[in-house]
Structure formats: C-alpha cells, structure tokens
C-alpha cells in the first residue's frame, strides 16, 4: 500500500489504464486518471492521479497532480501534489513536487526539488529542456 490510500480507493478513480501487454510509441494526455502497467515510449500527462504499476515503465516525461511509482520512470516528474516511490519504484530523472515519500529500496536518480506550496500546475510547467529551449 502506499500512502494512506489502497490500492481499491486508487483503481476506482482510475480512467485510463495501459495494460501490461501494451507497448504505446507516443505522448499521452489525460484529464482523468491514469494506470501504466504497459510500457510507454513518450511523455505521459494526467489532470488528475497518475499510477506506474510495478510492471508499468515510462521511457520519458511524466506529470500529474498525485503521482504514485512502483514502476520504472526513465524521465523527468513533475507533481502538483505528493509524490509516492513504492520501494519497486524506480526513478532515473529529476523529480519537481510538492511532497515526496519514497519506501526504503526504491531507487532514485536525479534532484529533487519540493516546494511545499506546491508547484505550478502540471499542465503549465514545461518538463524539459527540450521545451524551453535550454532556457530554465
């Protein structure tokens, strides 16, 4: 379990799941929550919870307003809320959040900066460099 929520609380707000067979080449946006138990090859962005399984790895950038790891995340994170590393969890890239609970044996590479006013909105904040330019 991770957090305070269970697993059941978190599923049954969940919108949009990748299951575990599918590999998506691509970005994907989303206003309601989403669950990765697939791979997917591009950034992922949720309005609202966003969910790596312990089978769900992301080749790329990652944003949403609650966001929960068990997963692989080769990327940059950005959280307007908490963020949640279960100790499968696995982060290469650098986590922006408000608050921040990694279990002991996940493994995490990178910086983290957490301001505990919370970050500007996921949508409103470019991930990366490659879109600013280079200019943060």
């Excluded at 697939?38 to 919870?49: A, F, L």
Aim: include cysteine; aromatic fraction near 0%.
């Amino acid at each position: 379990m991770l957090g305070r929520k269970t697993t059941e609380q978190v599923n049954a707000k969940i919108g949009s799941i990748i299951g575990a067979d599918m590999v998506v080449e691509g970005n994907i946006k989303a206003t309601e929550a989403i669950r990765v138990e697939g791979n997917v090859n591009g950034d992922v962005s949720s309005e609202g919870t966003l969910v790596i399984s312990s089978t769900g790895k992301v080749v790329g950038n990652i944003k949403g307003n609650n966001i929960m790891i068990a997963g692989t995340i080769e990327g940059d994170l950005l959280s307007g809320g908490r963020t949640e590393v279960a100790s499968t969890g696995k982060i290469i890239g650098n986590i922006r959040t408000k608050s921040l609970i990694v279990d002991e044996n996940a493994v995490f590479q990178g910086q983290c900066t957490m301001n505990p006013d919370g970050v500007t909105p996921p949508r409103a904040i470019p991930m990366s460099s490659a879109e600013s330019d280079g200019d943060e």
